[in-house]
């Protein structure tokens, strides 16, 4: 049984070994199929979503997921906002030597459990070793592919003025779980990540709102990058209303010791949709309890992102420097 | 104009800018397009083929190519060898703070120029920053899809009793090259990888040879590895003709030397055929020049792979253990 990573997993027999007794026993819902150089499947004509994500979060294992739950759901929701079913995963992983076998497994069980609710077949994959030193345990990249209908068309690009943004539920949570349980601030036991797959309500909006112009998982840098991602693809503003954007107590409280803005902390299972304003209430019901319609797309302005203050004025919303939340995903 | 990478690229601005400055003008041949969460594109009705590798070769940059023109070749090859023509790669960076970006510039460059040499388009990315001493400048994942043709049905478990293995060239250059320049040794003058892309010589085999049963290029763990997974696959034997394998003067002193067996050492542009004997004269004449006719499936025996030697005898060539050559990849 093999219990620690060793550099000699890297290649030939210690490789097989790692492959046989650790990696695919604990990442596969099926075992016996043979190990080909790239995986080959049908697929059906039409359009097809392909989107690639690598995984550098410390702690790997967090209030609310790891980094295998982490990176099965990056990929999906990456596929999902851009209207796709995902269908088939890579995952390909580099081990420090030193890395505890049983701390890989969890996470390869959780990444499976992940691609097993969303129907996502784990089709091929890759397993390098790096010495000690050279890594912080565990470094996952998944990459993914699904099949997009036919008639949508939904893009960055595509907000129009006088539509409406609405968010699929309460902002920040990842980010403050991540770095509440890194500096052992305690707020984790209260904040969990928000990590979760999106392909149902990316799905159902979808079909409740067919002309839906943008969806985006709000990811690193938050709300904030997005949406300014956003504005500025579409040659629009984006104006927030504070006091409609849900967020805890606990994340407010958190945010508030950290001095961060919760709007510029990343999510890693809530997404924005930009839908024309006569569908809300369509897309409200389909997205569920947790939604709210935050803000609405105006003309292009000096400020491409705003958000109405407490006090009655408004102040631009600015995509994070950068430096503040380093890998949280 | 950024020169080193900073934690304050890994989001927000920094992220942007590093993307807008340096990764996109580098990887990409045309510049302009909105980034999307995934990439969207007409597939053609049929099969799919899918593969994923990680990069995390030491050192970055070495005779014949950088970790950039492996990552494009690894993946381009994987696609190959299971009778794919590569379409879509998407490229995804672990940056090291700290590493200098006119290095991080030519290894873009490398990998985009082999992309473009192969028609396939780099459609997706990710790009994450790693604190100093997590990393070791750079580490890569390439993944990669192209569409298989009807009536293909290549795989490892398909060589059967009586046929044919060819090589494509030459072997054992890529680990020597990088193992001398690790050690600096001094081989690497007269040894440079074979780092190649192998898209066009397996397309040319498989117009030949239709019914070629499998093609593997012969990366980590060399021949011996792969010979043994399609023996084992196949649940057949393989034998070795140690005369008909070529390999260059240079790589065996060197091989001689480091006290290691050509057939053990990694390649990143060699692949093996297994065809049927009757076509061996158009495989051949379709690989080109350095192909040779190395050796003969046979039923499954108690050694899956063997070699005749110099004085006559015959001995099992075995799967690497695995600790030889970390890093070659």
């Known amino acids: 049984m093999i219990k620690t990573i060793t550099m000699a997993h890297g290649s030939g027999r210690g490789l097989s070994d790692l492959l046989e007794t650790v990696v695919l026993p604990n990442l596969l819902a099926e075992q016996g199929s043979v190990l080909e150089d790239a995986a080959v499947f049908q697929t059906l004509e039409g359009r097809l979503a392909f989107t690639t994500d690598s995984f550098v979060v410390q702690p790997l294992e967090f209030s609310g997921g790891d980094i295998g739950k982490l990176a099965a759901c990056g990929t999906i929701n990456d596929l999902a906002v851009m209207g796709a079913v995902p269908s088939h995963m890579s995952v390909s992983l580099i081990l420090e030597e030193g890395l505890?076998?049983?701390?890989?497994?969890?996470?390869?069980?959780?990444?499976?459990?992940?691609?097993?609710?969303?129907?996502?077949?784990?089709?091929?994959?890759?397993?390098?070793?790096?010495?000690?030193?050279?890594?912080?345990?565990?470094?996952?990249?998944?990459?993914?592919?699904?099949?997009?209908?036919?008639?949508?068309?939904?893009?960055?690009?595509?907000?129009?003025p006088g539509d409406a943004v609405i968010v699929s539920g309460d902002i920040a949570r990842h980010g403050v779980a991540i770095l509440s349980q890194r500096q052992n601030l305690g707020f984790e036991s209260q904040v969990e990540s928000d990590c979760a797959p999106l392909d149902e309500l990316c799905a159902a909006l979808l079909k409740a709102v067919p002309d839906t112009r943008v969806m985006r998982d709000a990811t690193r840098g938050g709300c904030a990058a997005v949406l300014n991602e956003i504005a500025a693809a579409s040659g629009v503003s984006i104006k927030l209303d504070g006091s409609a954007i849900p967020v805890t107590e606990a994340v407010k409280q958190a945010c508030a010791f950290l001095g961060m803005d919760p709007l510029q902390v990343a999510n890693?299972?809530?997404?924005?949709?930009?839908?024309?304003?006569?569908?809300?209430?369509?897309?409200?019901?389909?997205?569920?309890?947790?939604?709210?319609?935050?803000?609405?797309?105006?003309?292009?302005s000096r400020f491409p992102v705003t958000i109405s203050t407490e006090i009655g004025g408004t102040r631009p919303v600015e995509n994070p420097p950068g430096e503040l939340l380093p890998r949280i995903c």
């Open 100 to 160: 505890e076998v049983a701390l890989l497994e969890r996470v390869l069980n959780s990444l499976r459990d992940v691609c097993i609710s969303c129907g996502v077949n784990i089709c091929c994959g890759d397993t390098k070793v790096i010495d000690r030193g050279s890594g912080d345990g565990l470094y996952m990249n998944t990459s993914g592919v699904g099949r997009v209908a036919e008639g949508l068309a939904l893009s960055a690009a595509n907000a129009r």
């Open 268 to 300: 890693e299972g809530t997404f924005f949709a930009v839908v024309p304003r006569a569908s809300v209430a369509e897309a409200r019901a389909a997205i569920g309890g947790g939604s709210a319609v935050i803000g609405t797309v105006g003309e292009a």
